[in-house]
């Protein structure tokens, strides 16, 4: 979606499922600026705040054993009216950092190299500066400026590339060595000998990798329409089905031609991945097929004070609507909207970032994973982006077979907790 467009549809799902247009979403311009997003983080605080009031007068309701359907279905239409307008803003504030950071506003650097591809693209030209890119089995490397531009859009929608380190190779595997110490050391006086001692062991671990590919198609009378810009053309053909793959192979990929998932790593888990250091330990969430309040204490305390400093949770929109009802033993609530633009939702004062792909809750379940993500996964990106033009074997369009190498594994399972549904461990 343009950013242009972005909060005048907000304005327009919400104004028919709710009755009303929110406050301050009334004009849109071409770019995204701070007053917007203000505005639509102000309609998230009133939201928040009937929410609360609302909720409070269930709880009360349910506690006098009077009926309260009426108040539990406000209570809903409410809270999903909050989801929505924090997802908003969590959005705006991804879309703001992107334009910070130029996204899709760097001017191609390779003019020449450029045109080429643009040429190769539209009427399957080979030219002496097209073997700049040209790769073994006849695909042609995209330009640096048309790659960084998928990156960019990868980024808006994969929320695991926001949180976790990314690691750009130029081979097709990466792997790293592991400390596992035991370096031996002793007390010894002024003379005595000093005999020798243990020393470090190191192990290896390779990362798995996968090939995520796109083939989109058009005619060739489109192609050979000047007015389209055909490298942007393409990036938006692909983006969202890289995106929406990688996304969960980030989260659950079994390593088989794909990442490996964070989540394979967690103990007690079907099919485990193994890790030098050991799995992601877990905690109970307190309750059968529920998660309390107590049981997020708990997974924050468990975590070591030395990771916590840039700690976050993640869950999906599901479990943030149960977390969202959960109260500290002073009754405010864990669960508190973004109050400035470009900081994200917080439970219990730390980041939360909404993860599609995590499970919903379930017992026996792992929803919520809380840890320092920069320091437990590490994302493989194969630098270059492929694409290989076939204008013959789906006459009349041409076809335009994309790949990407990415791998992804769990970097240390120290600095992360996951969050096991159920009382006890099993």
Sequence with gaps: MKTSSFIAAIAAALTPKYGFLPRGIVSVRADLSMPEVKALVDNLQQAFATFKEEHNRQLEAVKAGVPASDITAKVEKIDEHVSELQKAVDDANVKMAAMQMGAGGNAVRDAQYTEAFNAHVKRGEVTASLHKGEAQDGGYLTPVEWDRTITD????????????????????????????????????????????????????????????????????????????????????????????????????????????????????????????????????????????????????????????????????????????RLKD???????????????????????????????????????????????????????????????????????????????GGLLNPEPMRAMRVGKEKP
Aim: aromatic letters at 10%; a neutral charge; one cysteine or more.
């Design 329 to 407: 033993g002073q009754g405010n609530y864990l669960w508190q909207p973004s109050y400035v633009a470009g900081q994200p939702a917080t439970i219990a004062g730390y980041p939360l970032t909404e993860m599609p792909d995590m499970p919903d809750i379930t017992e026996g379940g792992t929803p919520i994973l809380f840890g320092d993500f920069m320091q437990s996964y590490l994302i493989v990106d194969r630098i270059g982006i492929r694409v290989l033009r076939d204008p013959y074997t789906n006459k009349p369009y041409v076809m335009f077979y994309t790949t990407k190498r990415v791998g």
């Design 153 to 324: 859009k990868l980024v808006l929608i994969s929320p695991m590339r926001q949180i976790c380190r990314v690691q750009q190779v130029s081979k097709t595997g990466f792997s790293k060595l592991f400390n596992m110490r035991g370096t031996a050391s002793g007390w010894v006086g002024e003379t005595e000998n000093r005999v020798s001692t243990n020393t470090a062991q190191f192990t290896p671990l390779t990362f798995s990798s996968g090939e995520i590919y796109a083939n989109p198609a058009a005619t060739q009378q489109i192609l050979d329409d000047s007015l389209i810009d055909l490298q942007a053309w393409l990036a938006d053909e692909v983006y969202t089905e890289l995106a929406k793959q990688e996304g969960s192979a980030f989260i659950a990929g079994d390593g088989t031609n794909k990442p490996s998932g964070i989540l394979r790593y967690v103990e007690g888990v079907t099919n485990p991945k193994t890790h030098p250091f050991g799995p992601i330990h877990t905690v109970q969430s307190g309750a059968a097929g529920a998660i309390t309040s107590d049981g997020i204490i708990d997974l924050i305390y468990d975590l070591p004070s030395v990771f916590t400093g840039n700690a976050r949770f993640i869950m999906n929109r599901n479990s943030q609507r149960a977390v969202r």
